[in-house]
Structures are given as C-alpha cells and as structure tokens.
C-alpha cells in the first residue's frame, strides 16, 4: 500500500518555527518529485514547494520564499518542511503529495494533512 | 485571486451531467496539456481525477472526464450520483510558476 503520513502541526505563536514532517510508505520517496501544498480554512488549494527526484532542485512559491525550507532524508524515506517566521496568513491544512509524472505537476498520492495554527 | 478561474458552484440533480470549466490563460492552459483535476470530500485529502487533461488514473470512475478548448479545461462528470457532491478543483502547469490551482467549485447534487 501507498501512503503519506504527515506529522508536527500544531499552534505556534507569529513569528515562531515548525516542522512538518511526511512519511513515505508503499515507494521510494526519492524516486518522485515530492511537493507541500496547503489550504487554508474554508479556502481553495496552494502550493507551497516542491523537491526534485535529485534533491539538489527545489522551488518555493513567493508567499513563503526565504521563510520555508523543504529537504528530504532518504533513508528515514521522509519529506520534510522547516517553517520559519510563521505568520497568521500560513494558517492551514499542510498536505504532501506525490508528482505522479515529474513533468507535468499532478499528484496521485497524497497524505491526510497536518494542521497548522499561527495565533498569538 | 486564483490564477485558474472555476466557477464558485454548480449543482446537478441525480443521473444528470454537470460541466465545470477551468480558464486560464496562453501562458498555461493554453500552452500545455499538463491539466488535471482534483476531487475534495470535507475535510478529506484531495483525490487526483484527471490527469494531462484526459486521462484517468486507474480506479477513477469513466463517468469522470476532461477536455480543452483553447484557454479553457472542464471537467465532465456523467450520471451525477449523491457521492459525487465534493469540491473540485482543476490545476495547470504554467510557464512562469510550477504549479497554478484553480479557486475551487462546490458541487451539489440535488
């Protein structure tokens, strides 16, 4: 069987760090691009990042550039997210995904999702 | 404000067939044929429906299909059963962003 499991949301006050953490079952993580998107309360899908199958390519989207950092470890075969200088605005629902292809940017598998609240 | 443009509802009533339309831009949709479509229960996971526009990983219902014209993807779902009423969201890939997502359209099945 196939799946993500993400873990390490919580509460965390503006201005603090998380990090969210994917687990890999059923495949080689490295053998996929690996991808973050969220969604926010009541609101439509981002995307947050992605990391290449090589792992020396990664790619943010504008609102989190220089505040989040994706990596991965391949033997704990794990997708991670290190959010730094949280804001109220990256309140949500963090999902990973799977890039089915690595070409043409559709997830076939992804996990239940981590909430993460930024609130004083 | 969503890159792609979905409408923000469509509702159909059992065994009918609804159409949700995706619209873009000549700079993703209309460039590429990377657009695929996403099934979203309350608060469950996304599920991936379509995929380079026409294609359905294995497992998905052929009452699930996708097409383009132009700027514009839909998504049709034929035979509108009660489970089907779910968010569904479209995304494209785009020459200046990895990935764009629609705004999201709630169905309702009457």
């Known amino acids: 069987q196939v799946h993500l499991v993400e873990s390490g949301g919580g509460l965390v006050k503006p201005g603090g760090s998380l990090r969210l953490s994917c687990a890999a079952s059923?495949?080689?993580?490295?053998?996929?691009?690996m991808h973050w998107i969220r969604q926010a309360p009541g609101k439509g899908l981002e995307w947050v990042s992605y990391?290449?199958?090589?792992?020396?390519?990664?790619y943010y989207a504008d609102s989190v550039k220089g505040r989040f950092t994706i990596s991965r470890d391949t033997a704990q075969n794990s997708l991670y997210l290190q959010m730094n200088r949280l804001r109220a605005e990256d309140t949500a629902v963090y999902y990973c995904?799977?890039?089915?292809?690595?070409?043409?940017?559709?997830?076939?598998?992804w996990g239940q999702g981590t909430m993460v609240t930024v609130s004083s | 404000q969503s890159a792609l443009t979905q409408p923000a509802s469509v509702s159909g009533s059992p065994g009918q067939s609804i159409t949700i339309s995706c619209t873009g831009t000549s700079s993703d949709i209309g460039l590429y044929n990377y657009v695929s479509w996403y099934q979203q229960h309350p608060d469950k996971a996304p599920k991936l429906l379509i995929y380079e526009v026409t294609n359905r990983p294995s497992g998905v219902p052929d009452r699930f299909s996708g097409s383009k014209s132009g700027n514009t993807a839909s998504l049709t779902i034929s035979g509108l059963q009660t489970e089907d009423e779910a968010d569904y969201y479209c995304?494209?890939?785009?020459?200046?962003?990895?990935?764009?997502f629609g705004g999201g359209t709630k169905l309702t099945v009457l």
């Open positions: 059923g495949f080689i993580l490295s053998d996929y691009y």
């Open positions: 995304t494209s890939y785009a020459r200046t962003t990895p990935v764009e």
């Open positions: 995904a799977r890039d089915r292809s690595g070409y043409s940017d559709d997830y076939d598998i």
């Open positions: 990391i290449s199958r090589s792992g020396d390519a990664f």
